[in-house]
């Protein structure tokens, strides 16, 4: 009989592949769970899994390698899919993907699952990731061979008593970990209609968020988030404590249109406040720290890290080297920034680096004022010398002069 390591989050689709798998495909399964902060009773997912049907249940604790190994990564990348998306289902998989291989190898299995539907961007993901990791293991797909509704399944569960938190009257499928929420599925999937308000945990209605606005202080060093309000603080701790203030003051709510990697456009609902701040202060860090063709470089590079990362291309040499460059970009990316917390609203209040590149007797206009004025002049001419050349030259029309409001 074939032994299938299965990805388990002891949601409805993975609870009902245990049991399903057995019945259709033979197979011994061995479902695990890695926790990467999506909280939880993770004695309860196994005891789920156990009265599914698996053989073994496995809970691996991975918050503070997945923080510290890849959400700082993507922290020091500033990487947002299509420029709103802090990759919170993304970034997760490809450490789930690391501990399936290496429970299939403790368990002697031949092949690893997981319960992605054939429309998602994690069946990709996780495929890609662990052919990666393994090319000798299969990967299996249950949830694309059933042919399942997500009634089907509640009903699956129901006849087998599987136990699950799912109903027909809150359908919602939500993917949590410490980046955030993943929220998709119901009314959602139509752009039209607004999230109701019972998807979102983790953050409040603006209309409920404290009136008092209220200031903390991340510190970074090499870009990385390392101290919270002057204390040294592990990230995965720093991020779970900055979800619970800033998502109180009503910030960190994403309601977007994305693309799939499948050539998809699915509307997606998200709820990511550390995440979101915490790329704004390392923004605004790296504003004093880098040297202007650096950081717009590396702004052109950044949508391409995010790409590779929504794409389940983590294990791939492209990212290792962008990576390699980032690192580099991040020598001096060290300092403090405040943010400050307002309804709806978390910005960048303040900004300090010890080797920062903001020189206050070159930037005033008071007594201190050490800019040399003299030699603007020359600069300004020589800068604008090749189109005034042209203008002279080749110009053949007087330039267009919009005019102005010419009524009353």
Request: with cysteine; hydrophobic share 40%; proline share 5%.
């Amino acid at each position: 009989m074939k032994r299938v390591v299965l990805a388990y989050s002891g949601g409805l689709d993975t609870s009902v592949c245990v049991r399903w798998m057995q019945e259709e495909w033979d197979v011994e399964v061995v479902a695990l769970a890695v926790d990467v902060g999506q909280g939880g009773d993770f004695e309860a997912i196994r005891l789920r899994a156990l009265t599914a049907g698996a053989i073994e249940a496995v809970v691996v604790d991975a918050r503070a390698e997945y923080a510290s190994e890849y959400v700082s990564r993507a922290i020091k990348a500033n990487a947002l899919y299509e420029g709103k998306y802090p990759l919170v289902s993304a970034l997760s998989r490809p450490v789930i993907a690391r501990h399936l291989v290496a429970a299939a190898r403790e368990f002697g299995a031949d092949a690893v699952a997981h319960g992605c539907t054939g429309k998602g961007n994690d069946q990709v993901r996780f495929e890609v990731s662990v052919r990666t990791l393994a090319p000798d293991l299969e990967v299996l797909a249950p949830v694309r061979q059933w042919g399942f509704t997500r009634r089907d399944s509640i009903e699956y569960a129901a006849r087998h008593a599987i136990p699950i938190t799912v109903t027909e009257e809150k359908p919602y499928s939500v993917d949590e970990n410490l980046v955030g929420r993943a929220i998709e599925c119901g009314v959602m999937e139509d752009p039209w209609v607004a999230p109701p308000v019972d998807v979102y945990t983790i953050t409040a209605a603006i209309t409920d968020a404290p009136k008092e606005a209220r200031e903390f202080i991340v510190g970074f060093d090499r870009g990385v988030p390392v101290t919270l309000d002057g204390i040294p603080t592990p990230l995965h701790e720093m991020i779970t404590e900055l979800n619970a203030l800033i998502g109180a003051y009503g910030y960190g709510r994403i309601d977007m249109v994305e693309n799939r990697r499948v050539g998809i456009k699915s509307r997606e609902t998200y709820e990511c406040p550390a995440a979101l701040a915490l790329i704004v202060a390392h923004q605004d860090l790296e504003a004093i720290t880098q040297e202007r063709d650096v950081m717009r470089e590396k702004a052109r590079l950044e949508p391409r890290y995010a790409d590779l990362v929504y794409d389940g291309l983590w294990f791939s040499p492209l990212r290792e080297a962008l990576d390699a460059f980032v690192d580099s970009t991040q020598r001096h990316v060290t300092g403090e920034v405040r943010m400050r917390l307002e309804p709806g609203r978390c910005f960048a209040a303040g900004r300090r680096a010890e080797r920062g590149l903001y020189d206050y007797e070159l930037a005033t206009y008071e007594a201190e004022d050490a800019f040399r004025h003299e030699d603007a002049a020359g600069f300004v001419r020589l800068w604008g010398l090749s189109v005034e050349t042209w203008a002279r030259r080749q110009r053949t029309e007087e330039p267009v002069v919009p005019r102005g409001d010419t009524h009353g």
